[in-house]
Structure formats: structure tokens, C-alpha cells
């Protein structure tokens, strides 16, 4: 059939593979898997890439870190150090730094990826969620998203806790203040994580095997199996000429997506590797070994656990109590534990939340616009605002000094605004999706505003629409018919369903409701249909189509 | 070569360098900072032991007592001079910080208008109301600058002499010693590279990076604004001199890990320059390739 | 709108060639696009997994062009990958003498030299396979069906039916004492992870209720070995940050474990005067206008060491938990739940500071019996 045989090499290998695991059929099929074009749908893959950079690079840091806390008088080639005592975890970080040639340059290469890791899977999550493509059949592999994600904030924070340099020390002593109120069993868990008091001289060893063995072994499980599912399942894809529920329509694997796909790692690699090489990051040989005694202000985590250091600093003290003399800091427990609790349950449940609200059963494997899902959309920019200004919170010593803001202001403005700001955000963006929505509608109906003027005969000027073209009309259909749940709801008899009758039953109710209630229907909407598309018919004002009523 | 890089794809080059600019300037204003300490103005005589009293109180008159009063003894502006001694007036008037010309705020480093001259006349003569610490003359002041100077080579000499004393002064002290005083009192307000940091109700603790070793010194023995004290009975002057050699050695150290070194803020530029520069040159490189080849239409 | 998406071409589509691979239905993979311009390339035979109309090969200039672009990124990937390796070599570490990379000019030098160069290497590759997908490969894009995910109901009843059948034919089901002494089997195993984690620390007890601090300890300057006189804070205003004097030298660096001075680390301060909510019991803790407190964060832990003189704030720079160290360390903003404790102290005849016992209320991270006595 084919014009160029295979070279009698090749066909030696596949007839050799073959013959033991009878693959032709398997890989033709997946040689042939199909992913849709678009640039927000390899996100994803920034994260798959960096997560491959950073056991490479993990890797090559192992052969020389000690994790140990045994303290020793450096006597090494960084001249400023010599004779000060330091744990030997940090002397080997700075044999790594100064006598490894690279070793500075994988370190650092190890960090940014770190920071780029989490980075990529926060925006491929929010295009995820946005978009609605964690719904069904999606929700496991979502579920396994957030997962990685969470995973990833701890391993991030044990890799940070390693060398054992001043701010690094001071994350592990926040850990054991965070662990340390939780009620009754905090001084336990405690004890027993860090063999005795702090810092005690296990807590390194042991988060060294966290980092590099367990944690990522689970990650590159999960990895695997949320690869896996992606495969099995195929991409989502945005509406489009073609696209629909039944048909992906995109790129074949091979040869053209491998070859894109390979090219884009030499990106991820490079731009990494650029930031590496000029950007100084974490120069734990200035910062000095780590004492429990000393700190320096302006001090942080890395972005990704800022966060919880913002909610640790803007939640006050007025909720803390005692109990019979026992005390229970809920300014810690909240913002440490509860923060991170909050966002996991709130990641991992969410479609299967979305779910019970709407009733939404089918499968969706073309995304949603995400003007089309108002209240989806201003929840997650609410959720994200939230995020944000936590995140922001965690560097208000920063802020207040480089902007000169009075340091309990920009608290304050914190604690208004993590309460204040999701409201706004999400009335925000539900009023500018529902505009969007009209607009589309008026769009689908009348065709595009061509910037054209004409004088009509009755002295009247209008706008010349013009039709738009089969991709656009494609797309402004993609909508979904918007579900009407009666709150209401009673069969023919008036009588309500027990369903509905009972309390669940009714919050879902008004959960639908609120959901969907503002959601413009496009049903009954005819591409073109408008008056004054054909400026001839146009007698009327060029206000005047149902869109507006409401 | 990362420039070079850049540059060719030239569709994205214009953000690139937008954003690029936004991350530097936005976090920092000069990462090459530290090795700004030693071009900061001034002579190095203040060793002169003739003092000119009479032009201290000329320049006192006109310069200080709107706001401390004619005796030095405070008014509601100003607080009382007497027992601030002559290093606390040296501090204040050799970084620009007095005279003040609003006595609410608190003062940046500034060029200071007087030379050193006139500020140890100065200094000698509020020294005069009555006790408190003198000038620690021994400790390297701000570096000679070339307009002091009639001719290059007495300037070289100038430099030359400061330079050994300066060296002198910073490779004795004792790394150790001077790196547990430094974190365990200095770094909580001025940050473990000295880069500063907030303080309560606005104020602030200031960049060390500009700061002589005397006016280190100084800043030490007399507390300026909210800085609590450490005399020479707390710190001993040789522990002031390990101290100071610490901070400054540390700050002069080039960064090994690349010519950005987002003036030593940390983690919250690490993180701002991740998502800025990173991710945006990645998802550009991802809407390079998969950008539309043809119109559909 | 419809399943049929073979806009164009349908026809040349169908020239009998197996195109349905792995998928159960009729419609296979389908061109829906590159196929416009097809027409005036439609001589050149092009060679390809799908069929050669509806692919959309590049004019052999074009292609030429993209080769010739591709090998160049290539050619830089590989001269700047022998740079990488060049400058490996060229930065020696800690050489005698020579200029090494363990002086931070050079160290910054070499990371710059092979980041710089494998950078570009890897930025070269990138580009160029960018270059060979996006100018020598044909566009086109295929419709392919995305899976039935549920199966048939009646390949589930088949499974269903199965799995039962052969959960019957074991007796798991049928056989109940075999099911539950099994089950009963697993629990001492499951509990066994757990308790073999017993070791990995002691019980809490009173331990972080107490530290090193004993009455009539001497304090020194932490970072020095000087024994601290109440002279020496002679200036209101005056601060230091101490540890007690090692009672055994020469172990540890200057005599204590971190774990101890973790605990035991204290922040002095020379006060004019003490505020109103200073209880009569804080103030006879103090001697000579000299208070101490625990350096250590009620908070979370961090050392609270930002002392402002003029307002007698002691800032946690953390989380900016503020303590009033005026009025006997009270929580005056911020997030911490308790006061820092406070350091009994006193003169000895030879006018050293030394403590009179221990901290008044457990050091650290507040925990759940912190505030509990013994």
C-alpha cells in the first residue's frame, strides 16, 4: 500500500516486537489518536515537562546532598563560610553550589521547575475548570489533577525545607507550629514527625525520603494514570466547525503532534534552563545555615504555599478559646490546616458538587465557552480572587515597604478584602458572561456589526450587519440549552416530589435555581434571522430584538 | 545569548522585553546595588582633630534649632539634643537624614548638603549639651569622592588609603561570630542582605547597602528612630566589627547564581518573575506552535 | 451540526482503503481540513497516512525553505550544545590558584556560560522540530469518534452475570465464617503499619513545657560567649538577643544543642518605665529595667525579634503578630494567641544577669496544654 516500505531494519525491530507482544494493530490506533490544536490545551504538558525536568534533575542532586543534621565546621571551598558550624545537609548543598561543576546551575534549574510546575498546573486547572472539561466523563481525571496539585504544594515545601539554610529552616518551624495545634493530638504528631523536639536532627532525613521517594513516586503514579485516562478518553475540544459530542477533530499523534509535542519540551527545557542560568534563585550560601534562633524579615515560602503564609497572617486571634485551660489557636488551625483542607475538598468534589446541582448526567466532550456557564465561571474567579489575595496577603511586609503602606493597613485591607472581593469578583463576572451571552445571541440572530453606515430612504441611518461565517455561527451554537428547574417543582396532581420535599432536596432545588437562573436562552434562535441583516427590510428601529427583554 | 534567543522570534520579542522590563524594574530598582556602597560622596577627614566649634554652631543655628531648639533641648518639632551625643548628629546629618524638612515622616537616605568637615563641627558641638557617644573614629567612613580632590593623584591616594582601611576594617572581623549577631539582631528588621524591611505604622527599616561601616556603627550605638540600642557594653566594638564585616562582605559578594539577582528580595520576586517570564515565554512558545496555519475562511 | 463532517473529498475518501483502525464504527478518521488549496497540489502525489487529496502537502519550495530554517536551529543547537561542553571545561572547580567556581564571580560565569548555552541548545531544538512540523509536514486536521464509554447493557449483564456466577462458585458469599475470620484475619495487619511508626519519637510529656533555664543561670550574647552584666544595658533602649551560659562547653559550638536553644533563646530589653497591664509578679521578674522574653512566636514559632523602642512593639516578622513588650508582652495585633512568656531575672552578686527560673508559661508554638500547669 505504502509507497516507501519500511527499511529492513525498522521492520526487523517492529517484526521482533511484534512477534512477542502482537502491537500492530495497538499502535496504529494510538499512532493515530487525535489532539485537538490550541494552545491552552498544552498546559498541561508544561507541567508533564517539568515534572521530567525535575527528576532529572532531582536526580543528579542526590549524588552529593547529605541529608543529614550532624553539625560540622565547613571547611570547604566557599571562602566566606569556612569555620562556621553548620548542618551537614547545608554543607553539602554548598559542595553542590561550589565544587560541583553544574551543580549550581541544576539547582537552580530544580527550583525554577518547581515554581513552573505548580504554575502550570494552576493555569491548565483553571482552563480546565473554566471550560467545564472536569465534567463527565472527566471527573476522576480532575479528581487525580487536584491531587498531583496538592501533592505537589507538599513536595514542594519538603524540597524547600532540605538544605537546611535560614528560610528554610523557618518553613519546617512553621510546619511544626501549624502541627503543633491541632487539639490533643498536635504535641503527638509533633513528637512523633520530628523524633523528639525541635528541630532534633531526624526531621531532615525524613523529609529528604518524602521527597524523593515517596511523594513522587505517588506523583508519577498519578501522573501515569492521569495520562493514561487522558489517552483513553481523548481531549476535549472547543466548538468548531465538525466538532461535536461524537467527533474529535485535531492533529494526529504521528507524525505531526509528536513531533510539536517533542518541540514543545525543548521549550519548557529551554526557557527553564534560560531562568536559571541569569536569574539567581535561592542562594542559600547568602542566606547562612538555618538557627532556631535568628530570622530575617521579608521572609516567604514559595509562591505556591504563599497562600496559606497569607491566611496564617491576616486571620486574627479574636476566635481563638480555651477549653477548661486547654487551648485550641484557631488563628493557626484555620489558616495552617484549614486553608489547605478547604481547597482540597473544594478542588476534588467540585464536579461531582456541579453534578448534583444541575442533574447534568451526559457526557460533554466539547468544552464550554466560559461565557455559557455563568455562575461556573464567576465561582471559580471568586474562588481565584480569594486565592489571590491570600497569596498576596502572604507578602504584605513586602508590599508595605515597596509601596509604603502602613504594615496593619495592608492586614486590614487583607481581612476586607478576602470577604469583600469574591462577592464583587463574582457579580462581576456573572453580569459580564450574561452581556457576552446577549451579545452572542444578538450576533447569531443579526450577524456581526460591519462598521459600515447607510442612509436609509426615510432619512434613517443603520449599521449594515453582515452574516458571519459558518465557524462563528458554529460556535455561537455551541450553547447548551439552559435547564429550567422549577423551584416549585409539583407533578400534575400539585403535589411535590418527595424528593423535593425533603431539605437536601430542596437546597438542590434553589442551588439549580440560583445556577441556572439567569442564563440567556438561545433556543428558538435561528442564525440570521434578524431584521436588519438585509438592510432593505429594515424599517424599524435597530433596537429591537428579543434579547433585550431581559 | 537568551537575548539573541528571544529576539529571533520576533512576533513575541516586544512583550518579552515588556514583561521583562515589568519584572525588574517592578520588584527592584538596583540589583547591582551592593557594589554601590563604597561610590557614596563624602571625604575621610573626619579624623581632623581640630574641630571648628564656632562653625558647628553657626551651622546648628541656622540648620537645626527651628526644630531642637536654640540649646539643643527640643521642642514640639524636634527632639531633645542633650545627651544624643556626636555620633547620633554624624549618623543623622552624614546620610541626608537631618535636616529634616518634614518632622512627622521618617527620613530616607539622602545626599547630605553638608561636608564632612562641617558635620563634625557640627557633631562637636551638639557633643558639647552634654554626654553621649562620640564618633567612632576608628571605623572606615564613606569613601573619598574625586570632587573633594584638586588632583587625580591625591585622589588615587585618598582612595587608596580609604580602600586598605576599608579592607582592613571588614576581613577582621570574625565571619561566625559576625553572622549569629548580625541574625540574631539585625536581620528580623533589615533582612538577612540588609535589603531592609517594614516596621509598624509605616515606618520602616532601612536598605543597608549604601551604609559606611561607621554609619553602621553609629546606627548602633545611638538607635535612630525606632532601632533599639546596642552600646559598646551590649556589642563590643569588635563585635560591631564582625558584625559590620558580615553584612558587608555579604553584600559585596557577586551573586553566583546569575547577573539577576532581583535584589535579593527572595521568594515573592522568585515567584513573580516565575509566572511572568516563565509561564508567559512557555505559553508563547505553546501558541507558536500551535498557531492556525491557514484562514478557514 | 451533523456527524458527517467530510466536507470535502468525501469521495476520494472512499477509494476502499482500510481506514478504520481500533474503532468500532463505520466512520473512520476523516479530513476536515487542509483541503482547500488541494486542488492546485493536487498533481504532486503526496505520500501519506491519510489519503493524498485530502492532505495538504507544502509546495517542495516551501518544504525546501522549512528544511533549510530547521537545519539551521539545528546547526545552532549543536554548536551552542559543544559550547555547553566547552564551557563545562573551561571553569574549573576549586583549582589552586586558578580562578574557580568556588568564587561566586567565577561560579556566576560558569552558570551563566552553560545555562546560557544549554538554553539555547534546547531553545534551538525546540524551534527547530517547531519549524519542521509547522513548514516541511503537511496540515490537516482528522475527525476521529471519540469512544462509547458506557457498554451495552448487554455486554454489562454478561459481566454482571459472571462475576456473580464466580463469586458463588468460590463460596466467598455462601460461606460466612470462612468471610469473617478472613476479614478479622486483616485487622491486627492493618494496625501493624501504624504501630510500627511508635518509635519514630517520644511522647510528648512535659518536655516542651520546660527549658534549660534554671535559677541562677548566667546568660551570655548569643554569637559570643560574654557573660551579660546588667551594666552592660545601661541605655534605655538597649536590646540583645541572648542564650544561657553553657553549663558543658566544647560539645556543641558554643555549648548548646539547637534544640535547646530553640527553647531557651531570649530577647533582653532596658525599659524607662513598664505599662499598666505589667501585673506586680512581671514586674519583680524584671531587674534594673531589664525585662527578658522568649524570642520564640506564640504563633507559629518564628523568633519575634523586631523591637521598635519608640512604640515597645516586639514584631513578629512572620506573620506580624505584635506583642506590647511594655505591658508584660500582651498580643496587641496579629494572629498569636498568647503573650510571649516572660524570663524571671536578677542581678548575682557579681552583677551578672542570671535567670530566677524558669519561663513563665510554656515557650513556643502554642499547643493544646500550653497553657496548662504540670
Not at chain 1, 326 to 347: Q, T
Not at chain 2, 95 to 118: H, I, L
Not at chain 2, 267 to 277: K, L, M, N, R, Y
Amino acid at each position: 500500500m505504502s509507497d516507501t516500505p519500511a527499511p529492513k531494519s525498522l521492520r526487523a525491530v517492529g517484526n521482533f516486537i511484534d512477534d512477542r507482544f502482537h502491537l500492530a494493530k495497538t499502535g496504529e490506533k494510538n499512532l493515530r489518536k487525535v489532539f485537538p490544536n490550541h494552545w491552552s490545551f498544552m498546559l498541561g504538558e508544561i507541567a508533564l515537562y517539568s515534572f521530567i525536568i525535575l527528576l532529572l534533575t532531582g536526580v543528579f542532586l542526590t549524588l552529593w546532598f547529605k541529608p543529614s543534621m550532624t553539625e560540622i565546621v565547613y571547611d570547604g571551598s566557599y571562602e566566606r563560610l569556612n569555620g562556621v558550624l553548620m548542618s551537614e545537609a547545608y554543607a553539602s548543598t554548598l559542595h553542590i553550589t561550589f565544587d560541583v561543576r553544574g551543580g549550581l546551575l541544576m539547582r537552580q534549574i530544580h527550583h525554577w521547575a518547581a515554581l513552573i510546575f505548580v504554575a502550570s498546573m494552576t493555569i491548565h486547572m483553571l482552563r480546565v475548570f473554566f471550560t467545564g472539561a472536569f465534567r463527565k466523563p472527566r471527573e476522576i481525571n480532575w479528581t487525580i489533577g487536584a491531587i498531583i496539585l496538592l501533592l505537589s504544594f507538599v513536595e514542594g515545601l519538603f524540597g524547600y525545607s532540605l538544605p537546611d539554610d535560614l528560610p528554610s529552616g523557618m518553613g519546617v518551624r512553621i510546619l511544626q507550629g501549624v502541627i503543633l495545634s491541632i487539639p490533643v493530638i498536635g504535641t503527638y504528631v509533633m513528637m512523633f514527625l520530628f523524633g523528639g523536639e525541635f528541630p532534633g536532627e531526624d526531621i531532615i532525613p525524613r523529609l529528604y525520603m518524602l521527597h524523593i521517594l515517596l511523594i513522587p513516586g505517588i506523583l508519577l503514579a498519578l501522573i501515569v494514570a492521569h495520562f493514561m485516562i487522558l489517552w483513553h478518553q481523548k481531549h476535549t475540544q472547543y466548538p468548531g466547525t465538525g466538532r461535536t459530542e461524537k467527533k474529535v477533530v485535531g492533529t494526529p499523534m504521528y507524525p505531526a503532534f509528536a513531533v510539536k509535542a517533542g518541540g514543545f519540551f525543548f521549550f519548557t527545557f529551554a526557557v527553564i534552563v534560560g531562568l536559571s542560568a541569569f536569574v539567581q534563585i535561592n542562594p542559600i550560601h547568602l542566606f547562612g545555615p538555618f538557627t532556631p534562633t535568628s530570622i530575617t524579615s521579608g521572609l516567604q515560602p514559595d509562591w505556591y504555599m504563599g497562600f496559606m503564609e497569607g491566611a496564617l497572617r491576616i486571620f486574627p486571634n479574636w476566635f481563638d478559646f480555651n477549653i477548661a485551660g486547654y487551648a485550641v489557636p484557631v488563628a493557626v488551625l484555620v489558616p495552617g490546616l484549614g486553608s489547605l483542607g478547604l481547597l482540597a475538598v473544594a478542588l476534588i468534589a467540585w464536579p461531582w458538587i456541579e453534578q448534583w446541582i444541575t442533574r447534568d448526567r451526559e457526557h460533554h466532550n466539547v468544552a464550554d465557552r466560559p461565557r455559557n456557564a455563568p455562575t461556573r465561571t464567576a465561582l471559580g474567579v471568586a474562588a481565584s480572587v480569594v486565592y489571590g489575595l491570600l497569596w498576596l496577603a502572604g507578602s504584605n511586609d513586602i508590599i508595605s515597604e515597596t509601596f509604603s503602606i502602613n504594615l496593619y493597613l495592608t492586614t486590614w485591607i487583607f481581612r476586607v478584602g478576602v470577604i469583600v472581593g469574591p462577592v464583587v469578583a463574582f457579580i462581576v463576572t456573572k453580569r459580564i458572561c450574561l452581556g457576552l451571552q446577549r451579545r452572542d445571541r444578538e450576533t447569531l440572530e443579526h450577524g456581526y456589526e460591519s462598521g459600515t453606515i447607510e442612509q436609509l430612504p426615510s432619512g434613517e441611518f443603520i449599521e449594515v450587519h453582515k452574516t458571519s461565517s459558518p465557524e462563528t455561527v458554529h460556535v455561537l451554537r455551541s450553547k447548551r440549552p439552559v435547564p429550567r428547574i422549577d423551584v416549585e417543582a409539583t407533578d400534575e396532581e400539585g403535589v411535590e416530589s418527595p424528593e423535593a420535599r425533603s431539605v437536601m432536596g430542596r437546597l438542590r432545588n434553589r442551588l439549580a435555581h440560583w445556577y441556572t437562573k439567569d442564563n440567556i436562552s438561545f433556543e428558538g434562535v435561528e442564525p440570521h434571522s434578524g431584521h436588519h441583516l438585509h438592510h432593505g427590510h429594515a424599517t424599524a428601529g435597530a433596537e429591537q430584538e428579543p434579547a433585550n427583554t431581559h | 545569548m537568551k537575548w539573541i534567543t528571544a529576539r529571533r522570534r520576533h512576533p513575541l520579542a516586544g512583550y518579552v522585553v515588556v514583561i521583562l522590563a515589568l519584572a525588574f524594574v517592578g520588584v527592584g530598582y538596583a540589583f547591582v546595588a551592593p557594589s554601590a556602597d563604597r561610590a557614596q560622596a563624602q571625604t575621610v577627614a573626619a579624623d581632623a582633630p581640630d574641630v571648628d566649634l564656632r562653625e558647628g554652631r553657626q551651622i546648628f543655628t541656622e540648620s537645626c534649632a527651628s526644630c531642637h531648639g536654640p540649646q539643643g533641648a527640643g521642642t514640639e518639632t524636634g527632639p531633645d539634643l542633650t545627651n544624643v551625643g556626636a555620633a547620633s548628629v554624624d549618623f543623622q546629618v552624614s546620610t541626608g537624614r537631618m535636616p529634616s524638612m518634614n518632622p512627622d515622616a521618617q527620613m530616607p537616605r539622602r545626599p547630605t548638603p553638608f561636608t564632612q568637615e562641617e558635620i563634625d563641627n557640627l557633631a562637636a558641638y551638639v557633643a558639647t549639651f552634654g554626654e553621649g557617644p562620640a564618633v567612632p573614629t576608628n571605623v572606615p567612613a564613606t569613601a573619598p569622592q574625586r570632587s573633594d580632590f584638586e588632583s587625580e593623584e591625591e585622589y588615587e591616594a585618598a582612595r587608596e588609603t580609604y580602600d586598605a582601611a576599608y579592607e582592613e576594617y571588614i576581613a577582621g572581623g570574625d565571619t561566625e561570630a559576625g553572622m549569629k549577631l548580625y541574625l540574631a539582631n539585625c536581620a528580623h528588621c533589615h533582612s538577612w542582605s540588609g535589603a531592609g524591611g517594614a516596621l509598624t505604622d509605616g515606618r520602616w527599616a532601612p536598605e543597608l547597602h549604601e551604609a559606611s561601616p561607621r554609619q553602621l556603627y553609629e546606627a548602633m550605638l545611638t538607635g535612630p528612630g525606632a532601632m533599639p540600642l546596642f552600646n559598646d557594653t551590649t556589642l563590643t566594638p569588635d563585635e560591631k566589627q564582625d558584625l559590620i564585616g558580615y553584612v558587608k562582605d555579604l553584600q559585596a559578594e557577586p551573586n553566583a547564581g546569575g547577573v539577576f539577582a532581583l535584589d535579593r528580595i527572595g521568594q515573592v520576586a522568585e515567584g513573580f518573575v516565575g509566572w511572568t517570564v516563565g509561564i508567559t515565554l512557555i505559553v508563547a512558545c505553546a501558541i507558536w506552535i500551535t498557531a492556525k496555519q491557514r484562514a478557514h475562511d | 451540526m451533523t456527524d458527517n463532517n467530510n466536507l470535502n473529498g468525501a469521495g476520494a475518501g472512499a477509494e476502499g482503503r482500510d481506514r478504520v483502525i481500533g474503532t468500532p464504527t463505520a466512520d473512520g478518521d476523516t479530513l476536515v481540513s487542509g483541503t482547500e488549496e488541494s486542488a492546485a497540489s493536487s498533481q504532486q502525489r503526496h505520500i501519506g497516512p491519510y489519503p493524498a487529496v485530502e492532505t495538504h502537502p507544502r509546495t517542495e519550495e516551501q518544504q525546501r525553505k522549512g528544511e533549510r530554517s530547521a537545519a539551521l536551529w539545528f546547526l545552532v543547537a549543536f554548536v551552542s550544545g559543544v559550547g555547553f561542553l566547552v564551557s563545562y571545561f573551561l571553569f574549573p572547580p576549586a583549582a589552586d590558584g586558578a580562578p574557580s567556581i568556588a568564587h561566586p564571580a567565577t561560579a556566576q560565569l560558569a552558570n551563566m556560560a552553560m545555562g546560557g548555552t544549554l538554553a539555547l541548545s534546547l531553545f534551538a531544538i525546540g524551534a527547530g522540530m517547531t519549524v519542521w512540523a509547522r513548514q516541511v509536514m503537511p496540515h490537516y486536521e482528522v475527525s476521529t469518534p471519540y469512544d462509547e464509554l458506557p457498554s451495552s447493557p448487554k455486554e454489562k449483564s454478561s459481566f454482571s452475570d459472571f462475576f456473580m456466577r464466580g463469586a458463588h462458585e468460590s463460596g466467598f458469599t455462601k460461606r460466612p465464617l470462612m468471610r469473617r475470620t478472613l476479614i478479622a484475619a486483616m485487622l491486627p495487619l492493618g494496625l501493624a503499619p501504624v504501630v510500627l511508626l511508635r518509635d519514630t519519637g517520644p511522647l510528648p510529656g512535659d518536655r516542651l513545657k520546660h527549658t534549660m533555664w534554671e535559677s541562677g543561670m548566667r546568660m551570655v550574647v548569643e554569637g559570643t560567649d560574654r557573660e551579660i552584666r546588667a551594666t552592660d544595658l545601661d541605655r534605655v533602649g538597649g536590646m540583645i538577643s541572648a542564650l544561657p551560659k553553657a553549663p558543658h562547653e566544647g560539645e556543641h559550638g558554643h555549648g548548646l544543642t539547637l534544640n535547646e536553644q530553640a527553647k531557651a533563646v531570649i530577647l533582653l530589653i532596658k525599659m524607662d518605665e513598664f505599662g499598666p497591664d505589667m501585673t506586680e509578679q512581671q514586674r519583680s521578674w524584671t531587674a534594673d529595667g531589664i525585662v527578658a522574653y522568649s524570642k520564640i512566636c506564640t504563633h507559629v514559632g518564628c523568633p519575634a525579634a523586631l523591637y521598635e523602642r519608640t512604640t515597645h512593639r516586639i514584631l513578629c516578622p512572620c506573620h506580624q503578630s505584635t506583642f506590647d513588650a511594655a505591658n508584660g508582652a500582651k498580643v496587641v495585633f496579629g494572629p498569636a494567641h498568647r503573650p510571649l512568656p516572660q524570663l524571671p531575672l536578677r542581678v548575682d552578686d557579681e552583677g551578672y544577669l542570671v535567670a530566677a527560673g524558669d519561663f513563665s508559661s510554656a515557650v513556643g508554638p502554642t499547643f493544646w496544654d500550653a497553657e496548662k500547669g504540670d
